[in-house]
T-cell receptor, first 114, second 115 residues
Framework: DAKTTQPNSMESNEEEPVHLPCNHS???????IHWYRQLPSQGPEYVIH???SNVNNRMASLAIAEDRKSSTLILHRATLRDAAVYYC???????????????FGKGTLLTVNP | DTEVTQTPKHLVMGMTNKKSLKCEQH?????MYWYKQKAKKPPELMFV???????INESVPSRFSPECPNSSLLNLHLHALQPEDSALYLC??????????????FGQGTRLTVV
């Protein structure tokens, strides 16, 4: 599986934007970039995913570098409820077999200060 | 309904007990997963079922026995566990053709303590 590298932790202030980076230099052309987050004492929660173009949804934006070797998850206005571990994960877009895996790395622990 | 429901939420069992964890989804997903998560660590994949058939077993010890009786239900049978098996057990589901572009939905987990 292609690997991702994220900072262990980041800190933000409430109502300010947060940019969470992810490096994936060995990404293949068929890999989607997924982000999940896990709030304390809860199961992981899907945030956003993309392939090549930048993506927006109600939770966040995903900015993908032109060479696709890195991406950034953007929370436009952090709230205390956004404090969580954020995982950047690559998933192959071809079907079957090991592509059913969703393999978590260590993730980034985001702390939001009031 | 985008929920994955896991029961029980908490379970304490002795090393000689037999117990089962249950997971249910009604989203029509045909891939279902079991993960194990130790404190302050990321979830680790244990098993994947695709169309009610075991697709992936990540070399999990036989004291963990998964079962998928139908497309909505996933069980994890536990027998002769060790204290180090204490963890949060997470269930997830996703559409049949994952193809990288679909998301997985997770339950809230079962907090298992082996005494």
């Amino acid at each position: 599986d292609a690997k991702t590298t994220q900072p262990n932790s980041m800190e933000s202030n409430e109502e300010e934007p947060v940019h969470l980076p992810c490096n994936h230099s060995t990404i293949s052309g068929t890999d989607y970039i997924h982000w999940y987050r896990q709030l304390p004492s809860q199961g992981p929660e899907y945030v956003i995913h993309g392939l090549t173009s930048n993506v927006n949804n109600r939770m966040a934006s995903l900015a993908i570098a032109e060479d696709r070797k890195s991406s950034t998850l953007i929370l436009h206005r952090a709230t205390l409820r956004d404090a969580a571990v954020y995982y950047c994960i690559l998933r192959d877009s071809t079907g079957g077999g090991s592509n059913y895996k969703l393999t978590f790395g260590k993730g980034t622990l985001l702390t939001v200060n009031p | 309904d985008t929920e994955v429901t896991q029961t029980p939420k908490h379970l304490v069992m002795g090393m000689t007990n037999k117990k089962s964890l249950k997971c249910e989804q009604h989203m029509g997903h045909r891939a279902m997963y079991w993960y194990k998560q130790k404190a302050k660590k990321p979830p680790e994949l244990m098993f994947v079922y695709s169309y009610e058939k075991l697709s992936i077993n990540e070399s999990v010890p036989s004291r963990f026995s998964p079962e998928c009786p139908n497309s909505s239900l996933l069980n994890l049978h536990l027998h002769a566990l060790q204290p180090e098996d204490s963890a949060l057990y997470l269930c997830a589901s996703s559409q049949e053709q994952v193809r990288g572009g679909t998301e997985a939905f997770f339950g809230q987990g079962t907090r298992l303590t082996v005494v």
